[in-house]
């Protein structure tokens, strides 16, 4: 695998293996009962050409996992970072077992892809017999999913079973595709505003903290689920005093989710916020903090652990309104 220098280099065609992301399925008659009380999405209105951002929380609302929600002949899927999906599956199976649902890690048989370029394109097309043309719409056979990503829009997801992975990892070695690590993939998406939790920061932030309703991942009047009422009141009563921040270092530094940053005012550095997401290029290292929401740009930021750099902030490609 090949890490670049920056995102600016990246190359026409290429292919992440998501070697740090799993794809845990629901299947049985209640799945869509069982998930529209689990979900910040109306799971009941998913149709199955579509995938949503979703959120899914305890009942104080602080997020277990986010995921991308989408469909597979008759299961539903979510896909999410290996570094939440323990304790999001051991809360979905917490419940699940008062519902006629099978919930399953499908690891061991689904495998993922993030891929760009003309070429997997084409690989995509006569997998499937078309792309997906619009943000979060979705193509489905018996090989697998593929989704169009709403940020960035050029990238598309591959969730393939087992044949159809072999398939593809032997049309990229026939093709010479760039093969890149997964901090590629983390760096696209911190640098579209895509937070996600792992580790540290499970079950630590309300969604709206790491705006998930600003990529429509929260349907505010769809009903009870798991953490509704303080999702509800984080937004009707002004609750939310926080909101995820996008930011660049031009050089490799080592950064933890967890870790925290801090911000600079008239009388020298304080806390300012906690990295929920980083990846590390070779020229260049991104993270996403949950910052106070009334941050402005011009305020400087840094790293406690790294308080020689400066942290550039980077504008986020949608209204947090």
């Given at each position: 695998m090949v890490t670049p220098e920056t995102l600016d280099s990246l190359a026409a065609d290429y292919v992440i293996p998501l070697t740090h992301y799993t794809v845990l399925s629901i299947a049985g008659e209640q799945r869509d009962d069982y998930l529209q009380g689990q979900l910040t999405v109306n799971v009941k209105k998913l149709d199955e050409q579509t995938a949503r951002h979703a959120a899914h929380c305890d009942f104080k609302g602080k997020?277990?996992?986010?995921?991308?929600?989408?469909?597979?002949?008759?299961?539903?899927?979510?896909?999410?970072?290996?570094?939440?999906?323990?304790?999001?599956?051991?809360?979905?199976?917490?419940?699940?077992?008062?519902?006629?649902?099978?919930?399953?890690?499908?690891?061991?048989?689904?495998?993922?892809?993030?891929?760009?370029?003309?070429?997997?394109?084409?690989?995509?097309?006569?997998?499937?017999?078309?792309?997906?043309?619009?943000?979060?719409?979705?193509?489905?056979?018996?090989?697998?999913?593929?989704?169009?990503?709403?940020?960035?829009?050029?990238?598309?997801?591959?969730?393939?079973?087992?044949?159809?992975?072999?398939?593809?990892?032997?049309w990229m070695s026939d093709n010479s595709v760039t093969e890149y690590a997964p901090d590629v993939y983390e760096a696209l998406a911190i640098k579209h505003g895509i937070a996600d939790v792992s580790g540290a920061v499970v079950n630590e932030f309300v969604p709206q903290m790491m705006n998930v309703q600003a990529l429509n991942g929260i349907d505010f009047n769809k009903g009870c689920y798991m953490g509704q009422e303080v999702v509800a009141r984080t937004r009707y009563l002004g609750k939310?005093?926080?909101?995820?921040?996008?930011?660049?270092?031009?050089?490799?530094?080592?950064?933890?989710?967890?870790?925290?940053?801090?911000?600079?005012?008239?009388?020298?550095?304080?806390?300012?916020?906690?990295?929920?997401?980083?990846?590390?290029?070779?020229?260049?290292?991104?993270?996403?903090?949950?910052?106070?929401?009334?941050?402005?740009?011009?305020?400087?930021?840094?790293?406690?652990?790294?308080?020689?750099?400066?942290?550039?902030?980077?504008a986020l490609p949608y209204n947090l309104e």
């Open positions: 997020t277990w996992s986010l995921s991308s929600v989408y469909r597979w002949h008759d299961e539903i899927w979510l896909t999410m970072p290996k570094g939440c999906a323990e304790s999001s599956l051991e809360q979905l199976k917490k419940y699940g077992v008062f519902s006629k649902v099978e919930i399953n890690d499908r690891a061991d048989d689904v495998t993922l892809f993030a891929v760009s370029g003309d070429k997997t394109a084409q690989w995509v097309i006569d997998v499937f017999g078309a792309l997906p043309d619009a943000g979060l719409s979705t193509l489905q056979n018996d090989a697998g999913v593929v989704v169009r990503q709403d940020f960035p829009s050029d990238q598309l997801l591959l969730a393939l079973h087992t044949d159809a992975a072999a398939q593809f990892q032997q939310n005093k926080r909101a995820g921040y996008v930011f660049c270092i031009p050089q490799a530094v080592d950064v933890n989710v967890g870790d925290t940053v801090e911000k600079e005012l008239e009388n020298g550095w304080r806390r300012g916020g906690t990295v929920i997401r980083k990846a590390q290029l070779k020229e260049q290292t991104w993270f996403m903090a949950v910052l106070p929401n009334d941050t402005e740009s011009s305020t400087q930021h840094r790293l406690a652990s790294s308080p020689e750099l400066q942290s550039c902030f980077t």
